[in-house]
């Protein structure tokens, strides 16, 4: 990846997990997760960390929507402090 030198945050919506960018061109985001922060921001996980955080929560792949979302909200919360 490459980083423009002097800039602090070189993504528009970057994984909360691990700072990938997810914004729309980039090849996280047709499968990322859009979730929403206490404070009602919007943040991000790429498709990678939702498999962890789906991991993490014991679901199975194909499982329901509503679950996974509650499991990578969990998970978003853990990266917040
Ligand atoms: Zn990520």
Redesign the pocket.
């Known amino acids: 990846m490459i980083i423009d030198p002097g800039e602090s945050n070189p993504h528009e919506e970057p ?6 960018e ?1 914004a729309i061109g980039s090849v ?1 985001f047709s499968d990322r997760h859009a979730g929403e922060l206490p404070d009602g921001s919007r943040a991000f ?2 498709s ?3 498999a962890k955080a789906r991991s993490v929560a014991g679901l199975e792949r194909d499982c329901d929507t509503g679950a996974l979302h509650s499991a990578a909200s969990v998970y978003m919360m853990s990266y917040i402090s």
């Open positions: 994984c909360l997990a691990c700072g990938e997810t996280f996980l790429c990678e960390c939702l």
